[in-house]
């Protein structure tokens, strides 16, 4: 059974250039989740969504930066224009019935991302 | 805000000896607590869980204990492997209706290393 995947898992790019990061969560699951961890901040949630609604954006950053979920199996985090304080490590993770907790929530692993 | 805290980034144990990770948490509407372990280029997986209604959860070598009053966990590995050395979060999350589970914050990590 697949787990999450998320592509690129290095990218490498200029500032002011746009980055796209992708995720295809776990079949059947219907919450995704995009995280981001840098070393001073640890694990972010940035954005989180919901048959493919987004949920609870709070934890964006800043405008540069929007995410997607089209249909059930795919979703993309976008930074534009993408600046050094970026860099990082993004993470997506799916999950199902997140109504009660003791759903765990499974994390893909990762895409580097450098921005020089 | 840091609402999660691991105090300590590092933690070094002798192989067969006990693991103790703590964490500590500010926010008292925190009732659900997690911890996820993650090993160098993958994504964090999840190890055990406990909710708020307990104090002590089991689950082979790993037990979580929470203290509530204290607003305090800890992760016991009991005995310890080499193959127990990963980085350990410490999540949380809580009740704010429909799926807030979902959303967890983390606290920053606790590098543990197990040598032979």
């Known amino acids: 059974d697949a787990g999450v995947i998320q592509s690129p898992r290095h990218e490498v790019t200029e500032m002011g250039q746009e980055v796209t990061l992708r995720c295809k969560p776990i079949?059947?699951?219907?919450?995704l989740f995009w995280y981001r961890q840098t070393m001073m901040r640890g694990l972010e949630l940035l954005i989180y969504f919901n048959n493919n609604v987004p949920i609870d954006d709070s934890g964006m950053p800043e405008d540069r930066f929007s995410a997607k979920m089209p249909n059930a199996s795919f979703s993309t985090l976008k930074i534009q224009p993408s600046e050094p304080r970026d860099s990082a490590v993004y993470f997506c993770?799916?999950?199902?019935?997140?109504?009660?907790?003791?759903?765990?929530?499974?994390f893909g692993e990762g895409s580097w991302l450098t921005v020089v | 805000d840091q609402q999660v805290k691991q105090n300590s980034p590092s933690l070094s144990v002798q192989e067969g000896r006990i693991s103790i990770l703590n964490c500590d948490y500010t926010?008292?509407?925190?009732?659900?607590f997690l911890w996820y372990k993650k090993y160098p280029a993958e994504g964090p997986t999840f190890l055990i869980s406990?909710?708020?209604?307990?104090d002590k959860n089991e689950d082979g070598r790993f037990t979580v204990f929470l203290n509530k009053s204290a607003k305090h966990l800890s992760l016991h590995i009991v005995p310890s492997q080499p193959g127990d050395s990963a980085v350990y979060f410490c999540a949380a999350s809580f009740n704010a209706g429909g799926t807030s589970y979902g959303k967890l914050t983390f606290g920053q990590g606790t590098i543990l290393t197990v040598h032979p």
């Open positions: 079949s059947g699951h219907d919450y």
């Open positions: 926010n008292s509407m925190f009732d659900y």
């Open positions: 993770a799916s999950s199902f019935n997140l109504g009660v907790p003791g759903n765990t929530i499974y």
């Open positions: 406990i909710s708020s209604i307990k």
